[in-house]
């Protein structure tokens, strides 16, 4: 097929169980002028067997590439881009499935703007239930540092692009993408966004990302970081981008070690100097807390920090959940963020009833920063109704259905990853009460 707008790209792997459905959503997506390329990265079951039937039945559509060694997600997807002959890129993992109107409305998208990039958001599968997320916003697209998705499949990209630059994923690294997108973003000159969800990711417990060996959790900081860091380097960005690169590593770091926690994956002295040694690029560096104190806790914070400069203390301190979630209710939030919180209020406090929904792990140290702020405001959440918010807190998690008895009209929601959702579900009942994204409105208040 000549001029082709899209190459779909699929890494395969043991994809028996589930890639037809996939398929079947490339196979029939409304823009016709696309091509699906399917990397089978030496399977073992029968997804090759899979992939040369839809070859067969949509010649002109699929394209079967089989590589004899295993490569990972990132060698496969870099083999994908190699092969690909459309204009732009659309990644999908083997274990989900599209809209089948996202290339021709993505597509559109891009032409109606003269953008090199477009973003969308997502609808996540787990098992009967669905509920969608939207992790950039659009006031976000330009902000290519921040934690707002680095999942290859939330946006298309120009080809052109990572070619020019050499922007290919590393292989057999876990979390290929954390490496790589922030930085399609930044060489993308023009972005757009699409406001709805056109991917489905399915979330399964035995998935890669689910994994919790130690060197699955470790990848993102003894992988990615030094990766990531050395194509900053090789392209001059380092310098000129120093606060929004230390963000990417203080992010992942934490990732690994706060995953470390969840799982009770205690680290040694000699897991610590491994981990080190493999960031020995940053021996001397000090992070800007610029950008890192808007976007994680204060505690978070003292992990990294501790991690990177005082590891004898870190086993001390951090070998034990008990410490961290104590510090994330008495920290809070980094206290140069309480300036925004206030610029944020101040158009509410008078005339409106304000209300927190979300006591998570994002939750937690926002309604403690909140509280030492002087705020009082009631707490809800859909789980642990009835219950304090913490120990000794003296504050108590209020059922939904109050919110209309305490003319509730203003509700702070505390979670990006569960935003939509939880407005979706409020504005079932009550449309008319005001619901806002505090961890995004204070990223983003100037």
């Not at 990644?91 to 703007?113: G, P, Q, R, T």
């Not at 239930?129 to 916003?137: A, D, K, N, Q, S």
């Not at 921040?146 to 990572?162: F, R």
């Not at 205690?266 to 021996?283: R, S």
Request: aromatic content about 12%; overall charge neutral.
């Amino acid at each position: 097929m000549d001029n082709i707008a899209i190459s779909i790209i699929i890494p395969v792997y043991n994809a028996e169980n589930f890639l037809r459905k996939g398929l079947e959503s490339c196979v029939n997506q409304t823009l016709q002028n696309i091509e699906i390329i399917c990397v089978n990265d030496a399977s073992t079951d029968g997804s090759s067997l899979i992939i040369e039937e839809y070859v067969n039945k949509y010649p002109d559509k699929v394209v079967h590439i089989g590589l004899s060694k295993n490569r990972g997600q990132g060698g496969a997807r870099n083999e994908g881009i190699l092969h690909a002959k459309g204009e732009f890129l659309c990644f999908m993992d083997s274990d989900d499935y599209l809209d089948v109107h996202l290339c021709e409305d993505a597509y559109m998208k891009i032409k109606e703007n003269d953008a090199d990039m477009v973003f969308y958001d997502f609808i996540r599968v787990d098992g009967e239930r669905e509920y969608p997320v939207e992790l950039i916003g659009q006031d976000e697209i330009e902000v290519w540092y921040q934690q707002i998705g680095c999942a290859l499949w939330l946006q298309m990209i120009k080809k052109e692009i990572i070619l020019k630059h050499q922007l290919f994923l590393p292989e057999n690294t876990r979390a290929d993408d954390d490496a790589m997108v922030p930085l399609w973003r930044f060489f993308a000159k023009k972005k757009c966004k699409l406001q709805r969800p056109y991917y489905y990711y399915v979330n399964r417990t035995n998935s890669l990302v689910n994994e919790v060996k130690l060197s699955s959790i470790i990848a993102p900081t003894v992988g990615v970081i030094p990766y990531r860091y050395r194509v900053m380097q090789k392209n001059g960005l380092l310098q000129k981008y120093t606060a929004e690169s230390d963000w990417m590593i203080a992010r992942d770091i934490y990732g690994s070690l706060r995953r470390l926690l969840k799982y009770k994956k205690f680290l040694t002295i000699d897991n610590i100097d491994y981990m080190k040694q493999k960031l020995n690029f940053l021996a001397g560096h000090i992070l800007d807390d610029s950008i890192i104190k808007y976007n994680l806790s204060s505690v978070a914070i003292d992990m990294v920090k501790t991690f990177l400069y005082h590891p004898e203390d870190y086993l001390n301190k951090y070998n034990n959940e008990t410490f961290f979630v104590e510090k994330q209710i008495e920290w809070g939030l980094d206290r140069g963020v309480e300036r925004k919180i206030e610029q944020i209020l101040s158009p509410y406090q008078q005339c409106h009833n304000i209300a927190i929904w979300g006591v998570g792990a994002q939750g937690i140290p926002i309604i403690s920063t909140l509280i030492r702020m002087g705020y009082d405001y009631k707490i809800f959440d859909s789980s642990k109704q009835g219950e304090e918010i913490w120990r000794n807190s003296s504050k108590y998690i209020e059922p939904p259905e109050r919110i209309l008895e305490e003319r509730i009209n203003v509700i702070l929601v505390t979670s990006d990853f569960y935003y939509k959702e939880i407005k979706n579900q409020i504005h079932k009942k009550y449309p008319k009460v005001n619901i806002l994204n505090l961890p995004r409105m204070i990223r983003n208040r100037k």
